[in-house]
């Protein structure tokens, strides 16, 4: 036992032979001693006597410098591990200030609601009555609200809710803000891309209220891990502040696997148990089936695991692959446009892959049906263990399998697994959350929605099926386990996609480099404008507002005073619009496209609006927590999907034709006569023009729809490369082979390139031409799926060399024969994962890296 723990439990897995093989690296990472240091003399003394009671001795040292800082004034980043305890370090200068002075205030923000409640309970467990803490966010009902912006000193909550109610209603929290002392930002490396963007013109637009009632507060922010922690909290607050990422904490050793699923050589489309790809096959019998499932014997076969999703993409699409023709339009679209309508139940998160090799490829078996495996050993053995998955269906159907599995062997345990995910009951997460801490569930399933550091100890091991985005989750949510001192064991757990299968075969990449840098841009003029249109809203801005606001507010305010959204007069900017700017902080484009029942009018869910024309097309089978429906009518105005119950025996699957265009170069790179790199604007126009039927059973095409929606526009940053015929000759590229090459390589570039920015790869999109009208050459494009950009492709670039190494080796990496989802296939490919050479792609990579290296 103790720090043991971990290797103890590994090594009753790998006793498991098909288990030991799964295992590519397994990475001992030591225990580290705790530096305790003396509570500062300022901290009030009753809540010294709280925590000492709660078992709190003594800070450690990454502790008492935060709140040192802050209690001195000065805005502080505490980036330090999972379960080091960030929370004292702002909860001793917060606290203390409430206590000594009645009139003082803290806000206090969390990305998720679920997260504000944990620390709420946290606060109220120390019972300082002169403390009134209360949350303040969409589950508070309204006759509370008028109590807590009276009365509350210490409100918490999300930036939603500041941007939505806060902010806009400043009025009635007058007295509050005029007393504001502190604003705690928590998790504040969930604040990147286009909504890291929006948050911090949110905190600029909270200084600027504050300063009208005369505050001026201190940022205390908590972070992970993070490369330039400063860099990052200073862009979203606007300030300069302390950093402190010294981890003073124990913590017990950790062994942390990489973990492969076996690949399945099936042709998929031939045989009709494994047609709906590598899911379904753990159903039954066959490759994956049954025997092979059970951990060291123990359980008989984890059944159904996702079946419908990974049934798609079975035979070949009719590539427009001529030369010239673009190829390859690949969107930054969650839902999956090419992975098949099935996964975009979701909505809103990634799912789990395509799940099945297009063209009859060969699939790897899911991370999610590993990992609920694994789950399901580690119950039956006592193990508490924690599964992290990236979509709310996977979550569900980890717990299900899991439980499932139990059953058969001991049904008490069944009963002591669950899922956890954003999306249920205020009251459900609440008891689901007691009973993980008490014990009493063994194993959860959980979406991200528990990563964001709702307390929980005890645990003995984590899952991770798949990796969750960035190294920073991936620390964070391996850190989860450990009871206190002792060991504990993580396993990340491969999807069949391009970067997991780069990670686990590059354990230096994992474990040898640092977290990648929190990347959004706070300038970019579609997150600037409406932001500023809802500054003006609050209070007219002023010449003095616009350093706040940064230098690109100028051009921006000017804009809005064209189109008639500000007026100008001499003393400031002022809305002018009835109401006030209805702006979604996480929206990607566009009000969210509902999906409605026909008949009942029961609202099922939402699709972004980027993604609707591709996910809830009229014809779209539209899967729903298990139940499937066909879309009637998609109307764009009214921003409505009608759908109605039906089962079809076929899966949808969204065809498109894409054009991009170069607005304007930024940054230029011409490496030689034969290849150049770039950075600018571009603009991306795709058009859904049909979609496709397949059987379930088998992946038999039953033919093309056409449909009639109208282009989407999506003016946004890019990074692409331009190379010459005379080095496409040196790679040994046919012209033939040119768009199957360049389209391979743009996938695997895009699966990538979330080794260097935080993003994943539905944030962005690509385009791969063997001839582009505005280069006059073959072009690979990869772009920011959001209107203005995100600061992705910018990293690209920066970048550049690193990611097209890891590219390639990523591609040459895979064992498969001629590609599959682990390299150059993409679930959301919009034109079928047609055409694509691996090989060739390979090939071309290398050369261009030897260009670049260069003599
Ligand atoms: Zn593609
Ligand atoms: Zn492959």
Redesign the pocket.
Known sequence: MGDDRGSEILSRLRADRRRDRCVTHVERVPARAGTAVDWPEWADPLLLGRLRSAGVTAPWSHQAAAAGAAFAGRSVVLATGTASGKSLGYLLPVLTTLLADPSARALYLAPTKALAHDQLRAVRSLALTAVRAASYDGDTPAGEREWVRAHATFVLTNPDMLHRGILPGHRRFGPFLRGLRYVVIDECHGYRGVFGAHVAQVLRRLRRVCARYGSDPVFVLASATVADPGVAAARLTGLDVDVVDEDGSPRGATDFVLYEPPLFLTAGRRQPDAAAGGRLAAAGPGPGGAGRLTGAGKLAGVAGVAGVAGAVGMAGVAGVAGRGASVGGDHPTRAGAGGGVATAAEGTEGDDGPGAGENG??VRRSATAESADLLADLVADGVRTLVFVRSRRAAEVVANSARRALGLVAPELGERVAAYRAGYLAEERRDLEARLRSGDLLGVAATSALELGVDISGLDATVIAGYPGTLASLRQQAGRAGRSGQGALAVLVARDDPLD?YLVHHPEAVFGRPVEATVFDPDNPYVLGPQLECAAAELPITESDLELFGAASRPVLDDLVRRGRLRRRPAGWYWTQRGRPDVDIRGVGGPPVRIVESGTGRLLGTVDAATSHSTVHPGAVYLHQGVSFVVEELDLEESVAFVVHAAPDWTTTARDHTDIRIVGQTRARVVDRDLAVYFGTVEVTSQVVGYQRRLITTGEVLGDVPLDLPPRHLRTRGVWYVVSDRLLEDAGVEPADVPGAVHAAEHAAIGLLPLFATCDRWDIGGVSTALHPDTEQTTVFVYDGHPGGAGFAERGYGRFGTWLTATRDA?SA???PA???????SPKCGNGNEPLD?AAAVRLLTTILGRLDGP
Do not use: F, I, M
Request: charged share 15%; net charge neutral; hydrophobic share 20%.
């Open positions: 490829a060969p299968t591609v895979c064992e498969c590609g599959c989802p682990s390299c150059v296939q691996k």
